[in-house]
């Protein structure tokens, strides 16, 4: 039976049966958990049928297939999005009457599979999404981490953080596939020795760890396509060492174990930093080697030899962490396939393709030339004559000069550098906006630019605007249906058909109504988790994302104390209502971060103990940022705070989820938000601050944050505002970070782009207030042109440009 064929009766027999067999009770004693259980197992049975039926016709057509490498999935809550992808919403809804419980119910039971940071991993699951549903044939692989990112709960105002469950609701989803697991192994040492097949070299002594997949499955939207996402478990390959064990070593014996199966416990949680600890390490080699384990074995299974391994098989690296698939690779070609060096090179470099996803010095990954050696032998021999092969080549090119090659070299001060691996290795890299694609080019990989020009290309990043908009905004949805149709669901371009409704009175009046109603549903939720009150009628002006210096919530703060200045002296000419919303999850480890949200939960208290300043603006720091968070904010979003410092910011995504749901970008000109601005005009956008070349040359003429400390006065009353102290607590410390007692004052620029921020703003709120139906008609426009956002753009971009697949026709 298939999606297409299913109704309410089916349903209710499915659900019943599996209530029957799993748990031995008629269907009237089923607990609502239990109903949500049975629900997502017969879900779980379609997706299978389906994916079987997709890859049936994938294998016969010999179809070359996209692997996505990926230590991050993001996915978000599976139910909702599956009933709605298969369009089964209305049916399961019939059907659930019997059991008198709703789907809302039901989503609220689902936890959050929290397997990523932010934006990288977020995209990733954007891809599985899109891929699918333009039935493109793709496997995910990641890490089924047994806790994803933590839960964060702010207790007096600081953050504390919280293991994350998520398989004891989430787990339902996945598919164990035990009989295809692998073994992945570390320490050991390499032998040489002469074969049949010549000379080969064995990996001995190892440490073995098995890697066990579990399957989760992702449906296209009305599609026949179904996306894999493969989770690999790492468990003990002996659950316990019989050898300590008889010598009485017991506990030794389970530590070892413990050991091993560490590799899949948890997620880091630092976005956009590289710590090179070596578990991190570990889990890197573990996610590459079981999967290039399996996307060879299945490819020789298939097809007999390896010959033809590049028609077949793309295999994308999301970021530098899974680039020792590079290596791991060559090793699995050479040493299990007994290929030559030259033959299993070009398969490597011609399936490989490598995404950059950041500029940032600190996140570049580097790993010990030491740990390598020691944990990974086999791979550190190959990473070493892949090195002195590309040396050579470089100093050939180059007649001999020799700098040029170090520079370009995979070791530097006893590290390997992993983006020079990437790029060595694979035969395309891109940047993930316009301008990111630039600043790689004539910055960071400068030398293989010009070794190399044509590798580099850019692919500017994409949401799936079914999750970002039909599901999390029903209201806005239907509008959009009633006014265009629904063609924009599988052509998303199709949104532009919105634009002859820009001065349509009734239609502006509607967007007016739902975004109102959407910010009412986030107030009641702000109201159960903050208990505070916070004013509909307000604007909304809203910064969701990781917490992190060069997003600059810090810029966000300075504005808030000016107004709180302003408002204490009594100078409420200009001050107009506003309702300030924060979301952020800082990484445990980075203070600078912490201390920030502190200061943001400090300054919400103040002003709901100030029944004066409370009565223009409120400050609102919502804990626990995630996807399903992300679906009730965005929605109510008017003012998209995208304030990172120019050339910072890669792309960002939340950009995009903000305008797609009407909010104008006040932001600066940097990632996606340039491409933002080029489709929605400078009229619908709110530009402010230094641009990228500005920032470089400011930074290079030597930044002193103190000068405009000294000629600005409103500057000068925040920093003494954070001396003084809120309720209390002294913010000393940020003032000192801003003015660089004792490094760099202020190092992402703050007060360079105070003024100009201040002065944008207030242009905005001119006209929410004086013109709202102006207003309402910039949001128009920006949901009607953010069509080109989508990710299935994007992936038809990549399979294009990048991994030459087809769909399934
Ligand atoms: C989209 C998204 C992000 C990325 O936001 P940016 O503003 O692009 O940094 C991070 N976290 C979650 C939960 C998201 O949904």
Not at 138 to 153: D, R
Not at 531 to 536: G, K
Not at 635 to 662: D, H, R, V, W
Request: glycine share 4%; net charge neutral; proline share 2%.
């Amino acid at each position: 039976m298939t999606e297409k064929t299913m109704n309410k009766n089916h349903i209710n027999n499915k659900i019943d049966e599996v209530i029957s067999r799993y748990w031995n009770i008629a269907p009237k004693f089923a607990t609502d958990i239990q109903i949500y259980r049975a629900l997502c197992i017969v879900m779980r049975e379609i997706l299978l049928e389906k994916r079987y039926n997709f890859k049936q016709e994938i294998d016969t057509n010999q179809k070359k297939q996209v692997y996505y490498m990926c230590m991050e999935f993001l996915i978000g809550k599976s139910l909702k999005n599956n009933l709605f992808n298969l369009n089964l919403e209305n049916e399961v809804s019939e059907s659930l009457k019997k059991y008198n419980v709703n789907l809302d119910d039901l989503y609220k039971i689902e936890k959050d599979p929290g397997l990523g940071n932010g934006g990288l991993g977020r995209l990733a699951a954007c891809f599985l999404d899109s891929l699918a549903t333009q039935n493109y044939p793709v496997t995910g692989f990641s890490i089924k981490y047994e806790f994803g990112l933590f839960k964060q709960k702010i207790i007096e105002g600081w953050q504390t953080e919280l293991p994350d469950d998520w398989l004891s609701t989430s787990d339902i989803w996945l598919v164990p596939r035990t009989e295809e697991r692998v073994v992945v192994n570390f320490d050991g040492e390499i032998k040489e020795e002469w074969t049949n097949e010549g000379l080969i070299i064995k990996h001995i002594n190892t440490t073995e760890v098995e890697a066990i997949p579990y399957d989760v499955m992702i449906s296209g939207y009305q599609s026949k396509g179904v996306s894999l996402l493969r989770l690999w478990e790492a468990r003990s390959l002996k659950s316990i060492d019989m050898n300590l064990f008889s010598q009485g070593e017991y506990i030794k014996a389970l530590s070892e174990d413990s050991m091993a199966e560490a590799i899949s416990k948890i997620l880091y949680p630092a976005d956009n930093h590289s710590e090179g600890k070596i578990l991190r390490i570990k889990q890197q080699y573990f996610l590459v080697s079981a999967s290039a384990q399996n996307i060879v074995n299945d490819h020789y299974k298939k097809y007999n030899t390896l010959d033809n391994f590049c028609d077949k098989v793309a295999i994308h690296i999301n970021d530098t962490h899974p680039a020792l698939i590079i290596p791991e690779l060559m090793r699995i070609f050479m040493d299990e396939y007994f290929c030559p060096w030259d033959k299993a090179w070009y398969m490597v470099t011609n399936s490989v393709s490598y995404t950059n996803h950041t500029v940032l010095q600190e996140a570049l990954e580097t790993l010990e030339i030491e740990t390598i050696k020691t944990k990974l032998p086999r791979i550190y021999s190959i990473i070493q004559e892949i090195n002195q092969r590309f040396m050579h080549d470089v100093s050939n090119k180059y007649s001999g000069k020799m700098d040029k090659a170090n520079q370009m070299s995979l070791f530097s001060y006893g590290k390997i550098n992993m983006a020079n691996i990437s790029i060595v290795g694979s035969h395309s890299i891109n940047g993930v906006a316009k301008l990111h694609s630039e600043i790689l080019k004539n910055t960071i990989f400068k030398n293989f630019y010009e070794y190399n020009p044509n590798k580099f290309t850019n692919i500017t990043n994409g949401i799936t605007h079914r999750r970002w908009l039909n599901q999390a905004n029903p209201e806005l949805k239907n509008l959009i249906n009633d006014l265009i149709g629904t063609s924009y669901y599988l052509n998303p371009e199709n949104l532009s058909l919105l634009k002859k409704y820009k001065d349509n009175e009734d239609v502006l009046l509607k967007i007016d109504e739902i975004k109102y109603n959407n910010k009412l549903k986030l107030t009641d939720y702000i109201y159960k988790k903050n208990n505070i009150i916070v004013d509909p009628d307000s604007i909304f002006d809203i910064q969701a994302k990781r917490l992190h210096e060069y997003k600059r919530q810090l810029l966000n703060i300075l504005r808030i104390i000016s107004i709180i200045i302003d408002i204490t002296e009594g100078k409420t000419d200009n001050v107009l209502p506003e309702t300030f919303i924060f979301a952020a999850k800082a990484a445990p480890s980075y203070y600078r971060a912490k201390e920030i949200i502190h200061l943001i939960c400090t300054l919400s208290d103040f002003i709901n103990a100030n029944s004066v300043i409370k009565e223009y603006i409120n400050v609102v720091f919502i804990e626990n940022y995630s996807v399903s968070l992300a679906e009730i904010i965005i929605p109510a979003g008017e003012i998209s705070e995208q304030i990172s410092l120019a050339g910072k910011e890669a792309s960002g995504t939340g950009n995009m989820k903000f305008m797609l749901n009407g909010a104008l970008t006040l932001g600066t000109y940097d990632g996606a938000n340039i491409e933002i601005l080029e489709q929605v005009g400078k009229e619908n956008f709110f530009l402010f601050g230094m641009q990228d070349y500005e920032v470089e040359k400011l930074w290079r003429n030597g930044y002193n944050s103190v000068t405009y400390y000294q000629q600005n006065k409103k500057i000068r009353k925040i920093i003494d505002f954070l001396n003084k102290g809120i309720n209390g607590k002294s913010f000393e410390s940020i003032s000192k970070y801003l003015l660089g007692v004792e490094s760099v004052g202020d190092p992402y620029m703050c007060f360079a782009d105070f003024e100009d921020y201040m002065n944008v703003h207030y242009k905005t709120s001119q006209i929410y207030y004086n013109n709202k139906m102006k207003w309402n008609q910039m949001s128009l426009i920006n949901i009607a042109s953010a069509g080109i956002f989508s990710s299935d753009r994007t992936v038809k971009e990549y399979s294009k440009k990048i991994w030459n697949i087809e769909p399934i026709e």
